[in-house]
């Protein structure tokens, strides 16, 4: 079982940046790939990054590859998204996911509960 808390989330202008942090339960936290997803207003969840634990591998969603960054810190047990050049569709509760596949992609098994992004224009 894990636990995953986000922080982070908040208002920013179109062109700004914030970086949204999920800290996690448990004392195998670098045997789970993470992920970050996002589900904006009226539209289904949707997968942003993966980063495994098995490598390191990453993988990007087309609409962030090159603004947004995943990294991971295992001494303090907590991922990270950096997200950079954000733009008004970037708004969306964005949620924090593991789980102990070794795909970058998924599936994951925990979720965290959401923190909200609002990119004004």
């Known amino acids: 079982q894990v636990d995953l808390v986000e922080s982070g989330g908040g208002l920013v202008q179109a062109g700004g940046s914030l970086r949204l942090s999920c800290a996690a339960s448990?004392?195998?936290?670098?045997?789970?790939?993470m992920g970050w997803f996002r589900q904006a207003p009226g539209k289904e969840r949707e997968f942003i990054v993966g980063l495994s634990w098995f490598g390191g591998t990453t993988l990007y969603a087309d609409s962030v590859k090159g603004r947004f960054t995943i990294s991971r810190d295992n001494a303090k047990n907590t991922v990270y998204l950096q997200m950079s050049s954000l733009k008004p569709e970037d708004t969306a509760v964005y949620y924090c996911?593991?789980?102990?596949?070794?795909?970058?992609?998924?599936?994951?098994?925990?979720w965290g509960q959401g923190t909200q992004v609002t990119v004004s224009s």
């Open positions: 996911a593991a789980g102990r596949q070794t795909a970058a992609v998924g599936p994951y098994d925990y």
């Open positions: 448990g004392r195998t936290f670098g045997r789970y790939s």
